[in-house]
């Protein structure tokens, strides 16, 4: 790593906070999990067929902006979302943080994950990937930029939905 | 001859037997009677667009290599080595003049035929390796780029069999000057734990919109999209009118007036201010080149329809291409594409694949929740035994006209299913 990158910042700091990013995911405080999001933020699913290709040229499974994040958070806690009432019980384990780069404002993060998920009376899905961040310096914490989910399976198969937030 | 229907016109009453959602034997059967007798969707002509371009994928459980020779011409192979059954192509998709076994080296052209058979000096004077191809189906036909296999020789010819969908099809197509939609790159391949026939049901089935996709309507509203449910007086349970039509050989289509907005070519406040003038420029085009009346039928109807027994055209919120297969009589596995005409701008390509995810896909505004219904069925078929009637009849009541929210098209499947499963192959 070179020396400014690590001025910057350390893997300590990014740990802590995709940590911190997880366990608001799996407790569904979707709201605390917003805070976490710049005002510009973008999630996206790319498929799995084309896992580095551009949201404008390929379908994906997910392609959010700042607006659509806030919608699909109010239809995910909405109990007349179907697929995640009741709601999934998520557990993720996330290892591997890397720091990548730093460019301007933004540090370019990568991690590898493991995201289990169960509801009652069905199979266990096991989503298992790649999460790219860039994460913008917000005082002694991050916003997110940009949140970017990799699947490694080569169709999503009996994974079936990506419903919640991955 | 057993059915498995009970359709009682006089008393306006169409009911299902639960057993063909559960049965073993049933979907012994159906492999035979329905998939290895109709025509079945094999892929696009826009997915290889060079001479030897290949695209691996199963189709009705068979592994087939979908590819173009040499020359251009597209063949559909059965990706089977003909000396000891391995795959002959491992790859998903990719361009090759050649496919060789990795076993023992059998190597075929991209037309199909045996190339190179190592130590081939081993085998009698009478080995024909120009009979050693890799098998095909029995048929093999394209209507306007969309490509079907049937593996009964005596099947009559795709366009007859297609009958009345040409025209829907057509209507799809007509969104581009050139009359050429392509398939767009990204695959959604997912498994429902259902039975298969329950996504055709679903695909068509207007009527469990408000109650399966209430959060999808809210989102709507949410991006500015005013839906007003109708007036009791209309006896619709959808915010516009729209009809269930009747396509003869067990296809059948919705034909709704739209209102959810259209990227060909009909602006909705979702797509941002921006977009309106594309969109005008869009729907320009379409006037000029087919004159107002036509251009209103492809720009303000959206149309769900479908190809007996597993193909899925879907023009709403953008187009999709669905096919699923089972895997069990629980579980079906469901490949989707998005379809877009090929000279479409930077920025209304991005629109549509925007406006795809608002509703479909396995991350989409809607389709997670028909998936979560269609497994909440085949949960409940558990039951099948002690409850076994599925209730089909809304709108037999009605002379003329069938709305998209009565269950005519869903008994137009159900028929035609029933008749070819009552006839052994």
Known sequence: MTAPVAKVVTRAEVEDFLYHEAALLDEWKLDAWQELLAEDACYYVPSNDQPESDHRHALFLVADDRERIRQRVIRVLDPNCHAEFPKSRTRRMIGNVRILGVEDDLIRVAANFVCYRFRRYERIREYVGSYRYLLRRAGDSFRIKERRVLIDAHELGNLGSVSFIL | ?425
């Open chain 2, 1 to 425: 001859m057993r059915s498995y229907i009970v359709d009682d016109r006089e008393r306006k009453t169409f009911l299902l037997d639960r057993e063909v959602l559960v049965s073993e034997d049933i979907l012994r059967q159906e492999m035979a009677q329905i998939f290895a007798r109709c025509w079945i969707y094999v892929g696009h002509s826009s997915e290889l667009k060079q001479a030897g371009d290949f695209r691996t994928r199963k189709v009705a459980g068979r592994p087939v290599i979908f590819c173009r020779d040499q020359a251009g011409k597209f063949h559909c192979l059965l990706n089977t080595c003909r000396h000891r059954g391995a795959i002959v192509c491992t790859q998903r998709e990719g361009n090759a003049r050649r496919f060789m076994c990795i076993y023992h080296g059998w190597t075929y052209g991209n037309d199909g035929s045996l190339v190179r058979v190592p130590g081939d000096d081993a085998y009698a004077d009478g080995f024909d390796k120009s009979s050693h191809g890799l098998r095909r189906p029995a048929r093999f036909e394209q209507y306007r780029g969309f490509w079907f296999m049937c593996l009964d020789a005596d099947a009559s010819p795709l366009e007859d069999y297609l009958a009345d969908a040409k025209d829907y099809i057509d209507l799809v197509i007509d969104q581009s000057p050139s009359g050429q939609m392509e398939i767009i790159a990204g695959v959604q391949e997912y498994d429902v734990a259902a039975n298969w026939k329950l996504m055709v049901e679903n695909s068509v089935d207007d009527y469990h919109l408000p109650s399966t996709h209430s959060t999808w309507l809210n989102f709507m509203a949410n991006s500015g999209v005013k839906i007003e449910p109708p007036p009791k007086s209309a006896g619709l349970v959808l915010p516009t009118k729209g009809l269930a039509v009747d396509l003869g050989n067990g296809h059948f289509t919705t034909d709704n007036v739209n209102f959810r907005g259209r990227p060909v070519a009909k602006w909705i406040p979702l797509y941002g201010e921006a977009a309106k003038a594309e969109i005008d420029a869009i729907r320009a085009e379409l006037v000029q080149r087919l004159g107002e009346e036509r251009a209103r039928r492809v720009a303000d109807t959206n149309r769900n329809l479908v190809i007996f027994p597993n193909l899925v055209i879907n023009d709403g919120s953008s187009v999709t291409v669905r096919t699923f297969y089972p895997e069990g009589v629980g579980k079906m596995h469901v490949t989707a594409w998005a379809l877009g005409p090929v000279e479409e701008s930077e920025s209304a390509r991005a629109r549509r694949l925007d406006a795809f995810l608002t509703f479909y896909g396995p991350g989409g505004f809607a389709t997670p929740d028909d998936v979560e219904a269609l497994e909440l069925v085949q949960q409940g078929l558990a039951n099948w035994r002690d409850d076994r009637w599925s209730e089909m009849s809304r709108g037999m009541g009605k002379e003329g006209e069938q709305l998209n929210s009565d269950e005519h098209h869903l008994r137009i499947f159900w028929r035609r299913w029933n008749q070819l499963m009552g006839t052994p192959a």
